[in-house]
């Protein structure tokens, strides 16, 4: 049962232009979001989190926009820059009760083409 | 600077060995995890240390995975008998705290080849 779903897993944008990767999410016990990065042969690097307190959370060309009402959260990088083409991959916790794991959806893959 | 490191990077082995993979955390810190990410798949978690104490062991997939921290410090994921289905990327992570929003550190990984 797959509880953090990114149904893209490929996009290509061009450079300059936005880039928007979505994620949707099934248990209502997670409230605490995570983007990572990954590039090939590398483990993944920690972009850009939300809290569902939050709607919206910004981070220079990051945003990550979140909908609790429809299980849905998106990353959204304006200008998007060849650099950014990477793996991305979402990620769910809980925060109550002391410690929770991360759960993370299968990605997506990011092309920005010069 | 330090980061979490990973050793090998690459292993492979023929069906029915066993393996042993390491991690170095960030010195310092407090929580470390393994994952596993199979091709085109996102990191699937199998462990969860607090220090030198396994609290979470509920994504080993079965007896023949074991992982310790016995200092707190470093880890080794061992996988006894291996099979093709464990043929994955494992990935090690740190983290300098035990509460939810304390970042998770990964380290580059080791590929587990089984032949």
């Known amino acids: 049962d797959q509880q953090v779903k990114q149904n893209s897993p490929s996009l290509s944008v061009q450079e300059g232009r936005i880039s928007i990767l979505n994620c949707d999410y099934t248990?209502?016990?997670?409230?605490?979001f995570l983007w990572y990065k990954k590039y090939p042969a590398e483990g993944p690097t920690f972009l850009i989190s939300?809290?569902?307190?939050?709607d919206k959370n910004e981070d220079g060309r990051f945003t990550v926009f979140l909908n609790k009402s429809a299980k849905h959260l998106s990353l959204h990088i304006v200008p998007s820059q060849p650099g950014d083409s990477a793996v991305y991959f979402c990620?769910?916790?809980?925060?109550?009760?002391?410690?929770?794991?991360?759960?993370f959806g299968t990605g997506t893959k990011l092309q920005v083409i010069p | 600077g330090a980061g979490v490191s990973q050793s090998p990077r690459y292993k492979v082995a023929k069906r029915g060995q066993d393996v042993a993979l390491r991690c170095d955390p960030i010195?310092?810190?407090?929580?470390l995890f393994w994952y596993q990410q199979a091709l085109g798949q996102g990191p699937e978690f199998l462990t969860y240390?607090?220090?030198?104490?396994?609290?979470?062991k509920s994504g080993l997939p079965s007896d023949r995975f074991f992982a310790e921290r016995p200092e707190g410090s470093v880890s080794t994921l061992k996988i006894q008998r291996t099979q093709q289905e464990d043929s994955a990327v494992y990935l090690c992570?740190?983290?300098?705290?035990?509460?939810?929003?304390?970042?998770?550190?990964f380290g580059n990984g080791t590929r587990l080849t089984v032949t």
């Open positions: 240390f607090q220090n030198e104490a396994q609290l979470d």
């Open positions: 248990n209502s016990m997670f409230d605490y």
């Open positions: 939300i809290s569902s307190i939050k």
């Open positions: 990620a769910a916790r809980g925060s109550s009760g002391g410690y929770q794991k991360v759960t």
């Open positions: 992570a740190s983290s300098p705290g035990t509460t939810y929003n304390s970042p998770l550190h």
């Open positions: 010195s310092g810190h407090v929580s």
